[in-house]
């Protein structure tokens, strides 16, 4: 059974940082392109950043320089580190794990939620 299981979310105040990890089980890790997303209330879910199985990054424009993202196959977790938080940051982050080109190989977490508020 695949289980993607987010941890690090919480209250911070704008320009602060906050770490998520993402622990995975039930996959091969090491193969799987992995990414975080968000939602916030009323709005769509976007791509935050992604980390393939070469450890190659994407980041959206608005997070650049502000948010890395990071994996650690021995430990079967990738990792966001947000910097500078922004009111704006503010949704449920969800972590995914997706095997480019093979159907049905796309998984993700429920997510944890992130409130950046003073």
């Known amino acids: 059974q695949v289980q993607l299981v987010e941890s690090g979310g919480g209250l911070v105040q704008p320009g602060g940082s906050l770490r998520l990890s993402c622990a995975a089980s039930g996959i091969t890790f090491s193969i799987y392109h992995m990414g975080w997303y968000r939602q916030a209330p009323g709005k769509q879910r976007e791509l935050v950043a992604t980390i393939d199985n070469g450890g190659t990054t994407n980041y959206r424009d608005s997070v650049k320089g502000r948010f890395t993202v990071s994996r650690d196959n021995a430990k079967n977790t990738v990792y966001l580190q947000m910097n500078s938080l922004k009111p704006e940051d503010t949704a449920v982050y969800h972590c995914?794990?997706?095997?480019?080109?093979?159907?049905?190989?796309?998984?993700w977490g429920q997510g944890t939620q992130v409130t950046v508020s003073s």
């Open positions: 995914n794990a997706r095997r480019i080109g093979v159907i049905g190989y796309d998984y």
